[in-house]
């Protein structure tokens, strides 16, 4: 009995034996992947590493490749490296996280995950970035100013990475006596109460995870209630260009004792009892003029620097005429467009007048002469600081074909004949050679008018201005012509039914 119990649990053990060889030996491949720290601090140290295991599980082993990637953002300057990225399980690989000095602060995911041919498996690391700041900019209360408040607002700049920063203020420009310092979240703190008229000093610094910045620059300030100001000041009642080099200034201040000016914003006048008004010298030479102005009241505290400017221009324009038309020995045939041009580097051209034969003075740059003889011309220009141009003056000619026709014509009328009954003929052929010089004008001015059209709308060689003038010139003569036309016309008509009369 005995024998057959041993034989039964002899064959139950080799049972159990086979039962889990065969069943391990069916298990299908599996693995896992940790990190170890999952926490990567980049704070301190620009490097740092995480051992990433890869273990079997199940199964027989398989190849894993090892990749990484970052969830949901990215930080800037931030590298990840695998120094083993496949094997068979049971393996290890160093995966080293190193920033650079552009890194973005703050805290990302990076997902390690293993893979091999039919599965994957992940595991996630945090990582904290922080970087060192940079030393605040101070922004207000300004360098060297007397605030209007004794609660001023300390303001500075944003720093990328800073986690808060620390302000101090202190009666010396050493820190020694400090009034008092305050820990912020924010870039601007509302100052405790100051003393009146005193002067103080303030720096801020920035902190981060990984260090302080330095320490800002170091601005003065005063506090006062009512601080000296220049609340405006104008040259020449407020002139954009002048021609004298001594101008008059208006000042306006409040609180202020004395005062002071500059001609560069550097180098300053002796202080003076404050004035409202000033006679000013400008700086030598044609060309903007700054005139800086401060006041300082009666502790000697000085006001910000207050700037207004003006143009000197002694030095007047220069105009040159150009003229255009059909010239010939004898003129310009019918009429001649003069087109003035005028430059003043300083100021500019205010205005150009002109005026022929000594006639009333136009405002222009282009008009036309028509009428048949020799001209004189005069023109200048004046600058918008109101400088004069020396009278400029040229001689031209004009004439007209018809007119000196006609005049030979009825010169030799006269010397041919004696007797009225001549003369009356003779008049009726020089009516016929005023229509035929009429009409001859008349098609030269429609022949000149296209051409003016042509240079203006097709070559555009002459402006608008001067297409306009020389135009109008134009038609002016096209109306006189046609009026002397019908006038002939019209004693032509009534000598036909009075013959008589002749």
Partial sequence: MKSKKCLFAGLSLLFIFIFSTTHAAAQEFDFSISASPENIDLTTDNSQDSTITVSLLSGTTENVSLSGAWVDSTPTGVTASFDVTEGGPNFTSALTFTKNSNATPGTFTYRVTGIDNSMSRTTDLTVTVSVVPSAPTLVSPGDGVATDSLTPTFDWDDVSGAENYTLEVATDINFNNKVFTKITLDSSVTSEQLSYGTTYYWRVRAASLAADSDWSSVWGFTSKLSPPLVTSVAAANN????????????????????????????????????????????????????????????????????????????????????????????????????QLSSVDNTSGVASTKYRVDNSIWNTGSTFVISTAGSHTVEYYSTDQSGNDESVNVFEIAVYNPSTISETVWVALGILAVGAVSVIVANSKMKNRRKLKAIDKEKAELIKLMKETETKFYKDATISRGTFDAVMGEYRRRMAELEKDENLIKFKKSKGAKHPEKH
Avoid: H
């Fill in 239 to 338: 002139a954009t260009y002048t021609n004298i080099s001594v101008v008059q200034l208006t000042i306006s201040a409040q609180n202020a004792v004395e005062m002071s000016f500059s001609d560069n914003g550097t180098g300053w006048s002796d202080w003076e009892s404050f004035q409202a008004t000033k006679t000013y010298a400008l700086p030598a030479g044609d060309g903007l003029k700054n005139i800086y102005v401060c006041v300082r009241d009666n502790i000697g505290d000085i006001s910000q620097t207050s700037r207004t400017t003006i143009t000197l221009d002694q030095a007047p324009p220069a105009t040159t005429y150009d003229p255009s038309g059909n010239l010939d020995e004898a003129g310009y045939r019918n009429s001649v467009i003069i």
